[in-house]
């Protein structure tokens, strides 16, 4: 048997699924693949060229590997599963991939979903997107950062030609289809944003102070700097959301381009969740006639998304590369410049 799941890239609505607010993602083309047989043992058996072979019980305590280990996304896949429901076939399974690592691009939710999906389908499970969506955020807090349910809903539910629009508490999902004419690609600032490593610290402070500043507008107390920029940037964004829908829905590009460098600056200056790397990119392809362009994900390296007419992408990529890219080693044009196709999720 086998299980596709695409990665994600999120057009706008950053840092604020986890506060609930609503985001706009699309799957993209790239994707995991997992082949995978049943087996009578309690164990998921993974396997993966790059990353070699792991084994884990079904049943038992489930301790986090170190940081970073890909057994820590199978241990999550089966933590999750146990939380709802009863288990008694094992898988062996081979993974590959064309979605590049630490890059923003959801290969972590991938592959967690990917394993989740697996082990219920060979226990004769067909989960619906909604009681996945019960389960997997909870199980990516496993390997350590206390993102939502942004990239799940991504991966599951998006639809070909569209983006998703995403609501949470209580969870809604919504299309938004993309005029044919709309190009996105996604350029990796060559800084891998490790979230289960380095980021993971970064990435929940910001969380906290977001949470504790709203706390305190609650409870009528002084909002400290931190937590006061931290708000001010998921209010923004949360905003930007909603006008980003309506641009799209009217066809208005310039509009939309404009909220996704609002964006930018937000992450940048009040959350404080980009990077050197990310801004000269955003700053090369807006030099070059970019209609729009930010940080993607959780920021601290990864990747930014350029927005462009379809048509223009051979170009932009080209003035990237000659802006960018030129100073760098390591650029290889496949795994770091992706024309992202808004593609199909998991369970579409
Ligand atoms: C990570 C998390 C998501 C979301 C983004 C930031 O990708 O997994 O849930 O919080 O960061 O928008």
New binding site residues.
Partial sequence: MRVHVPGRV?LIG?????HNLAVLPMAIQRRICIDFTTIRDAVVRGYSEEYGRVEVALQGDLKPDAPGAWSNYIKAAVQAVRARWKLTQGIEAKVTSDLPPAA?L?SS?ALLTGFTIALLQANGIEPTVEELMEVLPDG?QFVG?R?????HAAVLASEANCSLLVGFAPLSLRSVPIPDTWGFIVAHSMKTAE?SGGAKEQFNSRRVAGQSGFEKIHAGSKLSDEEERAVRHVQSEGQRVTEAVCALQRNDKVAFGALLCESHRSLRDDLRVSCTELDELVDVAMKNNALGARLT??GFGGCAIVFCEKDDRERMAQALVDGFYVKRSGFVKERHLIFAEPSAGALR
């Fill in positions: 999120n950053e840092h604020i699924d986890y923003g959801s939710s990516e950062t993102g939502g349910g942004m990239d979230k994900g959780a």
